[in-house]
């Protein structure tokens, strides 16, 4: 995983402006603290902040093919690497990096190899033979990406908004399963799963294949060659996840190299219901646990640079980013360098306690696939930049694509939550995990009721950033709300607080940026 930036197509390819990309691309130094570099072809520039995760000692990056006419800068990790290596054996690579494949498939199958890619990624990929280029993101929006527009023609791709918004005419986020090609000049979208459509699924519910295809997009999540742990919260889904990883844990690689003993990480408000939680199943699975508090005023103080690295103005992102960002800096000061996490099983199951509401399986279903779609402004957002805001890498399994394409497939009536029936929230995720003989979580953690994360970590943390908020922001402020921000005009006082500071950090963020 890394930070990447690419300039293409740029009016002047000076030794000034290879300057500049090498300025802009030391804003992204957090992401990769691990090696930097910056390669220039032509017009062209692609430069990158890499953190070693996969082939620490050799996969440093631009990643060519054999004659080195295939130049690629990536952020992510490709899970079926060793596989792809297999199909491509006609092939020499020239490191043992998972993403080593990229430039092999585009000389095999051209444009439209992404799709063969099981993995979370960002990448550049320019072919000096005529000057072209594609850029891609992953199907969900997993690894963050930006596209901006330069007044001399000049192309921008980065990780992060800031290492482009100073220099970009126009600049947006880059659409989540889409491919841009210089050859068409455009988008389109390379991710065209059967649930995209929003049609009503009609598979039965079989909870064996569930659990086993969401056993098996952990697993492979596992790929690694450095220290790892993973998020405990007590609630369902991570503690789902940190299952699933102790008990298969000591049959991977990983295990040969770091140990089989888990690490797990939680943080809270002393006392907060998820520290409590956290430790129950800690306890359960036999995991090494970390707790760490911290107070409402440490995560006040934090607020700024909260905004600063997940770039965004989102009230319940930035509430549950803060605590997510100061306990990443204290999991990276252990060592770790990757954590694997639970988000996404809200957006798939209709965890999310609205969803009672639902009048009937089509408008559970649709609403489930907006969310999904949705998710890379919010909690994708929220654990990729608040984690690598301290070079730590998060895993999200349940964004894995061939278990949404399992989860997704189900008739949603099977879904729906009927209190009268037993039928709680996210009621087949933990059928499919309650096993008598051979059980994953006691009972009662199997089937807790959910909290909010920014909720769970203590319940004081909002009111105390409601008031926060409130001394920094006049009644007469809030009356003239609707002329300061005319798009998304913040309509409480703590979402008038984080504008300020985001439009301090970003005065010129372009208004698709912001589009919740």
Known sequence: MCGILAVLGCSDPTRAKRVRVLELSRRLKHRGPDWSGLHQHGDCFLAHQRLAIVDPASGDQPLFNEDKSVIVTVNGEIYNHEALRK?????????????????HLYEEYGEDFVDKLDGIFSFVLLDTRDNSYIVARDAIGVTSLYIGWGLDGSVWISSEMKALNDDCEHFECFPPGHLYSSKDGGFRRWYNPPWYSEAIPSAPYDPLALRHAFEKAVIKRLMTDVPFGVLLSGGLDSSL??????????TTKAAEQWGSKLHSFCVGLEGSPDLKAGKEVADYLGTVHHEFTFTVQDGIDAIEDVIY?????????IRASTPMFLMSRKIKSLGVKWVISGEGSDEIFGGYLYFHKAPNKEEFHQETCRKIKALHQYDCQRANKSTFAWGLEARVPFLDKEFINVAMNIDPENKMIKKDEGRIEKYILRKAFDDE????????????????????????WIDGLKAHAAKHVTDRMMLNAGNIYPHNTPNTKEAYYYRMIFERFFPQASYSINSF
């Open 87 to 103: 199909q491509l054996s006609n092939h020499t690579f020239r490191t043992g990096s998972d993403c080593d494949v990229i430039a």
């Open 241 to 250: 996840v940190a299952s699933i990883t102790s008990r298969y844990l000591a």
């Open 309 to 317: 690295h997940v770039e965004t103005y989102d009230v319940t992102t």
């Open 437 to 460: 003989e051979n059980p994953y979580l006691p009972k009662h953690i199997l089937y807790r009721q959910k909290e909010q994360f920014s909720d769970g970590v203590g319940y004081s």
